[in-house]
């Protein structure tokens, strides 16, 4: 893995812990359910741009030596599952 991209993603998985720490603390407390869905959806938005890193970081690294390594169709099957995953969020 890409160092910068590494560090990235650790910085905001370290974000997302507090978050849902944050959000245990508010169900723990019963909190205004609205708030308390408003945070999840802040979770999953940062987990979602963790994934965008890694994808990033795979595009960039793996994808492309298997490209370069005369493995096109595992490159392209690789990439058309992801996107299917993708196609799976919306």
Known sequence: MKAEIKNRITNR??????????????????QYCVDIITQSSAIKEALSSVEDLILENHLSTHVLQQIKGGKEQRA???????????QKKK
Not at 13 to 30: A, D, F, I, S
Not at 76 to 86: G, M, P, T
């Open 13 to 30: 998985l370290r974000r997302v812990e507090g978050q849902v720490r944050g959000l245990q603390k508010m169900v723990n407390e019963e």
């Open 76 to 86: 392209i099957a690789e990439i058309l599952k992801v996107y299917k995953l993708a």
